[in-house]
């Protein structure tokens, strides 16, 4: 199971404008019966609300791979602090419904620059 924004969206997408990775979803994730539950523009607080809409239905993913935060440093205009909070919201709601030997992993959250060029959570 792929959880995310944007950028786990769009890794089953062929569509122009974003890159084409069908391909890549086709060979290694599409074979293993994977779930891209990217949204685009969601946010931590998002996604943490729909983990919490699961509650009662056991997750039988063996791997959960979390790529999130991106929309909340940039366009929610959150501190890191806040980010991070929210990462682990979502962690704590996925762990209490995933099957006991899942996985976990999470991919790294590059920082976004401000409209003024600043990253957020940085000292001014």
């Given at each position: 199971?792929?959880?995310?924004?944007?950028s786990?969206?769009?890794?089953?997408?062929?569509?122009?404008p974003?890159?084409?990775?069908?391909?890549?979803?086709?060979?290694?994730?599409?074979?293993?019966?994977?779930?891209?539950?990217?949204?685009?523009?969601?946010?931590?607080?998002?996604?943490?609300?729909?983990?919490?809409?699961?509650?009662?239905?056991?997750?039988?993913?063996?791997?959960?791979?979390?790529?999130?935060?991106?929309?909340?440093t940039?366009?929610?205009?959150?501190?890191?602090?806040?980010?991070?909070?929210?990462?682990?919201?979502?962690v704590?709601?996925?762990?209490?419904?995933?099957?006991?030997?899942?996985?976990?992993?999470?991919?790294?959250?590059?920082p976004?620059?401000?409209?003024?060029?600043?990253?957020?959570?940085?000292?001014?």
């Amino acid at each position: 199971m792929l959880i995310g924004d944007s950028s786990t969206n769009n890794y089953d997408k062929a569509t122009l404008p974003d890159e084409n990775f069908q391909p890549t979803w086709k060979q290694f994730y599409e074979p293993r019966k994977a779930l891209n539950l990217g949204f685009s523009g969601d946010t931590t607080a998002q996604r943490a609300l729909a983990a919490e809409s699961w509650r009662g239905v056991r997750t039988a993913s063996e791997a959960v791979v979390l790529l999130i935060g991106t929309n909340n440093t940039g366009y929610a205009n959150q501190t890191v602090e806040q980010t991070e909070s929210g990462i682990d919201a979502v962690v704590a709601a996925l762990r209490a419904e995933a099957a006991g030997d899942a996985h976990f992993g999470s991919l790294a959250c590059c920082p976004v620059l401000s409209p003024r060029g600043r990253r957020k959570g940085t000292a001014r």
